[in-house]
Antibody, heavy 119, light 110 residues
Framework: QVQLVQSAAEVKKPGASVKVSCKAS????????INWVRQAPGQGLEWMGW????????NYAQKFQGRVTMTTDTSTNTAYLELGSLRSDDTALYYC????????????WGQGTLVTVSS | QSALTQPASVSGSLGQSITISCTGT?????????VSWYQQHPGKAPKLMIY???ERPSGVPDRFFGSKSGNTASLTVSGLQAEDEADYYC??????????FGGGTKVTVL
């Protein structure tokens, strides 16, 4: 069965960087892309960007360009999200989600990784 | 891109129907048949309920119905059940490998 398992919660200081992982199993990793979506406490979903599992091609939401990097490691079927210059309003639950082939919907989601930014 | 516009809350009685709207622009909802709807219960990851405007993934009850007219997509839930109480989010492809979500709608079953 398809599973996306994310790394554990992180606590970071303002200005630092965080790297969240998302390990995929149960499907051919290179056949699908991974998206990252975040949700601040009590708030809605916010799309951060997309990475191809095939060739690592990326597209980031304009809001995060310049401080976000998405990568994949096809040897371990793992996607990574790195967010830099953290601020308190980056405190959120970060989800990875598999994007369906040919569409723009997310059929499987990770369990979420809580990133807390606090001095 | 700006977030798609959804009502903050919608309520209905058991067995009744509700409709949630999702208004975008001619650059997203109006230009692509790539609108999805997600259900999210407290403390859980979102679950895909509708994709490509009207399609239901396997396992999603046919009480959930998606539609679109112009720049507005809608999710109708008929025969409302207690387990339908959740937050619902729409999303739309917005071109150039970009996606935008709605602000979310809290559905309350009375």
């Amino acid at each position: 069965q398809v599973q996306l398992v994310q790394s554990a919660a992180e606590v970071k200081k303002p200005g630092a960087s965080v790297k969240v992982s998302c390990k995929a199993s149960g499907y051919t990793f290179t056949n699908y892309g991974i998206n990252w979506v975040r949700q601040a406490p009590g708030q809605g979903l916010e799309w951060m960007g997309w990475i191809s599992g095939y060739d690592g091609n990326t597209n980031y939401a304009q809001k995060f360009q310049g401080r976000v990097t998405m990568t994949t490691d096809t040897s371990t079927n793992t996607a990574y999200l790195e967010l830099g210059s953290l601020r308190s309003d980056d405190t959120a639950l970060y989800y990875c989600a598999r994007i369906t082939r040919g569409g723009w919907d997310f059929d499987y989601w990770g369990q979420g990784t809580l990133v807390t930014v606090s001095s | 891109q700006s977030a798609l516009t959804q009502p903050a809350s919608v309520s209905g009685s058991l067995g009744q129907s509700i409709t949630i709207s999702c208004t975008g622009t001619s650059s997203d909802v109006g230009n692509y048949n790539l609108v999805s709807w997600y259900q999210q219960h407290p403390g859980k990851a979102p679950k895909l309920m509708i994709y490509e405007v009207t399609e239901r993934p396997s396992g999603v009850p046919d009480r959930f119905f998606g539609s679109k007219s112009g720049n507005t997509a809608s999710l109708t839930v008929s025969g409302l059940q207690a387990e339908d109480e959740a937050d619902y989010y729409c999303s739309s492809y917005a071109g150039s490998n970009n996606l935008v979500f709605g602000g979310g709608t809290k559905v309350t079953v009375l």
